[in-house]
């Protein structure tokens, strides 16, 4: 595996439901990120990690929790999520510079 | 006012025509100009990046920055079908490692 791999890459769940969404780096980085793409609107930051400690939490609902078990790792954690969460979730990583690097996401549907 | 603005067309072009699409910014900070590329249902994927004002060619896109303007442009030469996606600018100061995106440009290259 090369890059930034995330799963599933589709999920549907109801609103009641719990689960789990994974991201893996395998280059290296030290800084992961996670971003909220909904149609018609630009890139949401949702959270931030560098050397697995959360830096930024962009006033995000706690029915979303982040864990970063190490540097390579990644979950979003969903709990009791609305119709409106339903989006395209990406993850990314960067180290030291600006650049980022993005997973191919998770398209999430919420009933 | 948006932090970065950003038409989000869509843009409808021939095949082999010269595209440029461009971002404006109102942040006089930013130092770090990057432009992603992201096909439908996927995960955006980094074209160009430059620091500060200046050109930055590679292959058939070139990345300019004007920061006296505060105006960002990437032109595609002799555009291609597979060119066709969503063109995301995305830029940061010095401080920090998160970025702010622009809402992207649907570009469409016709056969």
Redesign the interface.
């Known amino acids: 595996e090369t890059g930034?791999t995330?799963t599933p890459r589709h999920l549907v769940m109801g609103m009641t439901n719990k689960k789990s969404l994974k991201c893996e780096q395998h280059l290296g980085h030290n800084?992961m990120y996670w971003y909220k793409q909904s149609a018609?609107?630009?890139?949401e930051?949702m959270f931030?990690y560098?050397f697995k400690e959360q830096t930024?939490n962009n006033s995000v609902p706690s029915r979303f929790s982040p864990e970063c078990p190490n540097s390579s790792h990644l979950f979003l954690h969903l709990h009791t999520l609305q119709p409106e969460d339903s989006a395209?979730y990406?993850c990314a990583s960067?180290q030291g510079?600006?650049?980022?690097?993005?997973?191919?996401?998770t398209?999430l549907l919420v009933l | 006012q948006?932090e970065?603005e950003q038409d989000?067309g869509p843009l409808s072009v021939p095949e082999g025509a010269i595209v440029s699409l461009n971002c404006t910014y109102s942040n006089s900070a930013f130092q770090?100009f990057?432009w992603?590329r992201q096909y439908s249902?996927?995960?955006?994927?980094?074209l160009m990046?430059t620091y500060s004002s200046g050109n930055k060619e590679d292959g058939r896109f070139t990345a300019q920055v004007d920061k006296s303007s505060k105006y960002i442009s990437l032109f595609i030469r002799d555009s291609q079908p597979s060119d066709s996606a969503t063109y995301?600018c995305?830029m940061?100061g010095d401080a920090g490692?998160?970025?702010t995106?622009?809402?992207?440009t649907r570009l469409m290259v016709k056969p």
């Open positions: 930034v995330q800084a018609k609107k630009p890139l930051l931030v560098n930024e395209l990406l960067s510079v600006k650049t980022q690097y993005f997973g191919p996401g398209r | 948006k970065v989000p770090y990057m992603y249902r996927k995960g955006p994927e980094l990046y995301l995305a940061s490692n998160m970025l995106f622009g809402g992207g």
